[in-house]
């Protein structure tokens, strides 16, 4: 209130976490109508690199980052999953959506270390086959959404049967508790879930210790806000996640508006690490597309401007 009464709001002005206050809050519809007027000058066009995300209500949202923000994207995911025993030089089972060609139902890629399956064809045939493919290939994490995971894991269950792995990684959803419970009956370990958005001003993640989202400071500066815009400081109390990112200097999101919601923790972590506690993520419920064939498919991984070309 102090900068903006001044009428003198300058870059050298933002000298605290109190005056980054002083900005106002930036939304999805706001970018969205003025997206171009949001990206620096200083970098040359080649130098970006245009995003699309779904978002939690499907609608397209174009924005820029600069290309290096993925690599410090995945530095950030593998120092949360080494928290539960995951090093980079491991393969990964992922079910989330990915798109893959020629109609195929998985496919290996070294590059990444990932074996990537189709969650578009979750009939029960296929099902079983990933069930083999895990098994005999020796993998043992599962990057899943955890509506594609809870499927398998349903369907292992209904068959009596178990795989055991290290730990399922969920993200990209609200993780539900018979999801949590079905996926450790089912893959006999810890489903570690994590809260991250694509234009990346907020990563949250489990810790090996409890269920509770450790939001990560490195990363960015994240305010939970009532619809007031007051910051929320009751324990259980649901406030909106607003985020400053650290690495997108291209199109920067200050306090930005992520339409997400989390309802506040305040009781410290055994692990020992001080960083702000979630108790849980709210506001991101997901439904489940029936096919002619009654094959179930994850609504998330449907989005077209998430996961195909237009």
């Not at 000058?41 to 924005?63: I, K, M, R």
């Not at 290290?166 to 508790?177: G, M, N």
Request: overall charge positive; some cysteine.
């Amino acid at each position: 209130q102090r900068l903006r009464a001044s009428g003198t709001l300058h870059p050298d002005s933002i000298r605290s976490l109190a005056d980054l206050k002083s900005l106002p809050l930036m939304s999805k519809a706001e970018i969205r109508a003025n997206v171009k007027d949001f990206v620096s000058n200083a970098f040359p066009s080649g130098a970006l690199h245009e995003a699309t995300t779904g978002g939690s209500s499907g609608e397209p949202f174009h924005f820029y980052s600069i290309k290096d923000t993925r690599r410090v994207e995945w530095a950030f995911v593998h120092h949360l999953w080494s928290r539960v025993g995951f090093s980079p030089s491991d393969w990964r089972v992922v079910l989330r959506g990915t798109h893959i060609a020629h109609g195929l139902r998985w496919q290996a890629v070294p590059k990444t270390r990932e074996f990537v399956l189709s969650s578009h064809h979750m009939d029960e045939a296929t099902m079983r086959q990933y069930h083999d493919l895990i098994r005999s290939h020796g993998f043992k994490f599962l990057y899943c959404y955890p509506s594609a995971g809870y499927l398998f894991a349903a369907f292992l269950l209904r068959e009596g049967l178990r795989l055991p792995l290290k730990a399922v990684l969920a993200t990209s959803e609200q993780l539900h508790a018979f999801q949590r419970k079905a996926m450790e009956e089912a893959f006999q370990c810890r489903v570690f879930s994590f809260y991250g958005q694509s234009e990346r001003v907020c990563i949250a993640g489990e810790c090996e210790c409890s269920e509770s989202y450790h939001v990560q400071p490195q990363y960015g500066i994240t305010e939970l806000l009532d619809s007031d815009g007051n910051e929320v400081s009751a324990p259980g109390q649901i406030g909106e996640i607003v985020a400053t990112g650290f690495f997108n200097d291209a199109m920067p999101f200050i306090r930005y508006r992520t339409g997400d919601h989390a309802l506040l923790s305040t009781s410290p972590c055994r692990c020992g690490r001080h960083y702000m506690l979630l108790e849980r993520i709210v506001g991101r419920s997901y439904e489940y597309v029936v096919t002619r064939q009654q094959t179930l498919v994850s609504l998330t991984a449907l989005i077209p401007a998430r996961h195909f070309s237009a």
